[in-house]
């Protein structure tokens, strides 16, 4: 049985108000102004895209959804670059990550195709805004636990991408105002699933470009480049379906792969592929005579 000092310690060290105080310490020292205006700035776009959705404007609303993806992949960057990291840095982007990433996009594909599904249209939009929150929460808490070159799930930025990069190719190819397509409808709950399941995703944050790369990166690179200049709809939603495609697939082949170099358990050993005879030339191993 514990004594009354064990008791008051413990107690004393789940205290809230002494987390509450601590961390109100740690912001007397001041945040990282550069980093989180880019997270800032990313959050604007995003609720810009909500502006936009409500008062109908779709392709506009995909597009400040793209450029909230550029300033969210340009805060985490600049925080790299500047040694400016912080745990405020974190959850703010997180925060901000949940809104232009996960409400708008969710929103827009509400009323841009999911409101005449009734209960099932707005029900695919709260899950991909549920799930998109449940993927950031759970890379919060295992960010020092995963390997850094796999994202495991989906990452809510691609799936945001996935989202509005349809809903420009439409509008590229002149289907303006809002659509039903029973496809849209199973892309959101695709995505949803993605993005809380355990399908590794490769991550491009060790890709350093400060680097020597074979001349035929920096050509495709170019070539990439000049194709999104002129293609825009068509390159986003290229890049994306890809990204969201290749988890699966290589989950898939490594899947089998592991099953094919694995042995049946109770299979003799003499059977497995691969093993060869042990038994003198010119003897045979003699057959199960139910086998002939």
């Known amino acids: ?24 310490e740690n912001l007397r020292k001041g945040v ?21 959705t409500l008062n109908g404007d779709f392709a506009r609303a995909a597009w400040a959804v793209i450029v909230s993806m550029f300033c969210d992949g340009a805060d985490g960057r600049v925080a790299r670059m500047t040694r400016t990291t912080s745990r405020f ?35 695919a939009a709260f899950l991909f805004v549920v799930c998109g929150a449940l993927r950031l929460a759970r890379y919060n808490v295992q960010i020092d636990n995963i390997e850094s070159v796999t994202f495991n799930g989906l990452p809510i930025p691609v799936a945001a991408s996935m989202v509005v990069s349809t809903v420009l190719l439409f509008y590229k190819f002149e289907q303006t105002g809002p ?33 020597r790369k074979p001349f035929t990166v920096f050509l495709g690179m170019i070539l990439l480049g ?22 699966p697939i290589r989950s898939l082949i490594l899947w089998r792969k592991n099953a094919g170099t694995q042995v049946e358990p109770g299979v003799p050993e003499h059977t497995a592929p691969g093993h060869r005879s042990t038994h003198p030339a010119g003897h045979s191993t003699p057959q199960d005579p139910a086998a002939r």
């Open 1 to 24: 049985m514990a004594t009354g000092g064990t008791m008051n310690r413990r107690f004393r060290s789940r205290d809230p108000n002494r987390t509450s105080r601590f961390h109100r």
């Open 32 to 52: 990282y102004v550069l980093p989180n205006l880019f997270t800032s700035a990313s959050l604007l776009a995003g609720f810009y895209s909500i502006v936009a």
């Open 89 to 123: 840095g974190v959850e703010y982007d997180s925060l901000a990550d949940l809104v232009a990433f996960g409400v708008a996009p969710g929103l827009l594909a509400y009323q841009w195709a999911l409101c005449p599904y009734g209960k099932w249209g707005w029900s």
């Open 179 to 211: 659509v039903k397509h029973v496809a849209v409808l199973l892309l959101i709950f695709v995505l949803a699933l993605l993005m809380v399941s355990n399908i590794k995703f490769v991550s491009f944050k060790q890709m350093e470009l400060r680097r």
């Open 226 to 247: 000049v194709f999104l200049v002129n293609e825009p709809q068509i390159g986003l939603f290229s890049l994306s379906a890809i990204y969201v495609l290749h988890g």
